[in-house]
Every structure is written in structure tokens, then in C-alpha cells.
């Protein structure tokens, strides 16, 4: 277990890290981050990818971190269940205030709840219970991660810049021990060339 945690952090911690590769202002990097995760939430099905360029286009949003976030939290194996606890949070919500949204759907939804009856044997699909659901989840979920994922960026940021100065550190004292070590060489070829000039000049004499 304990070595699965490790992985786990190592692997988030590398995909992190690329994101800042992609978006080097944190603040950008984070509202990227944060706007993946009501994405993946949404439930405009099939328009994932244009809101992306959306957002990114309105809001100048990274749009590399936004598509990476949204296929990851909603891809072909994550997709049942979050859709599904769209529509289950948005029922309850819905229901919550007394509301029968069942009777508010579309006449394409009553077929289709009609014909899942019959094929499958599931029924109560509710169109506004969906969208609501999702869209209240994606931007609970969003604004959630603003303030868990930020610090998070920051301290990566630093810790990415700390191996920069390191390295810059390590290049300067290695520069300079090259330097003294080439010191030696440097004044015997300046001691030779000035005695081969002195005997020239004794012999032009």
C-alpha cells in the first residue's frame, strides 16, 4: 500500500511538473487546472473539446493544462460515474426544492426514457436534473481545487527553480576550478611565448 502511495504522489507529481512546462505563471496554471474540472464536470456531451478553445480563447487560459485535466478526470473509463453523480446530485437537488423536472423534459427524452424501459429496463432520466447536476458539481469541484492545487503549483514552481540556482551553482564552481586549475598553464605559455619573443629580439640585435 505504502509503496502504491508512493507511485501514486511520484506519478502526480511528474504530471504536474510538465504542467508548469506548458504555463510558467502560476495563477494561469491554476485557473487552467481548476477550469478542466468543471469541463470534465459539464454536461454539454461532445463539446468538451470546444470549450476548451472557448475558455482558452476568453479567458487566455493555458489550453494544454485544460484539455490534460478534463480527458483525465473524464475519459471512456471515468465517464459512467461522473455523469451519473451529475444527474443523481442534480435530481436531488431538484427534488430538494420540491420540483417534479420529470414533467420538464424534452419530448426526445420521454422516448428515450421510453425506450430504455422497454430495452433495458431503466427509466427516470431527467434532462434538467443533468445539466444542473453537472453543472453545479463542475463548479463546486472547480472552485474546490483553486485553494487545495495553488500552493501545490507554488511549491513546485520553487522547488523547480531552487534545482536552476543549484545547477547554475554547481556549473560556477566547476567554471571557477577550471579556471584556477588552467591558471598554471596559462602563465607557463605567456612565460614561453614572452621568452621566445625576447630571443628573436636579441637576434634581430
Not at 39 to 63: Q, R, S
Request: aromatic fraction near 16%; hydrophobic fraction near 50%.
Amino acid at each position: 500500500m505504502m509503496m502504491f502511495q508512493g507511485s501514486l504522489a511520484n506519478w502526480a507529481e511528474q504530471l504536474f511538473s510538465r504542467f508548469l512546462r506548458y504555463e510558467q505563471c502560476v495563477d494561469r496554471l491554476t485557473l487552467s487546472f481548476c477550469m478542466g474540472v468543471y469541463i470534465a464536470f459539464c454536461p454539454f456531451v461532445g463539446f468538451h473539446t470546444a470549450l476548451v478553445f472557448l475558455f482558452a480563447w476568453l479567458f487566455a487560459l493555458n489550453f494544454a493544462v485544460m484539455l490534460s485535466v478534463s480527458m483525465l478526470v473524464n475519459n471512456p473509463w471515468t465517464m459512467v460515474p461522473v455523469y451519473g453523480a451529475g444527474h443523481v446530485f442534480g435530481d436531488w437537488v431538484l427534488s430538494f426544492f420540491g420540483m417534479d423536472h420529470y414533467e420538464w423534459n424534452p419530448s426526445w427524452i420521454t422516448s428515450l426514457n421510453s425506450w430504455a424501459r422497454e430495452s433495458i429496463g431503466l427509466h427516470g432520466f431527467s434532462f434538467w436534473a443533468f445539466m444542473i447536476g453537472g453543472n453545479i458539481l463542475g463548479v463546486a469541484f472547480g472552485a474546490l481545487c483553486y485553494p487545495l492545487i495553488k500552493p501545490f503549483f507554488i511549491a513546485l514552481k520553487q522547488r523547480g527553480a531552487q534545482k536552476v540556482k543549484q545547477t547554475m551553482d554547481q556549473s560556477k564552481r566547476a567554471a571557477k576550478r577550471l579556471a584556477q586549475k588552467a591558471q598554471p598553464i596559462i602563465k607557463r605559455v605567456k612565460a614561453r611565448v614572452k621568452q621566445k619573443r625576447h630571443h628573436e629580439d636579441h637576434h634581430a640585435k
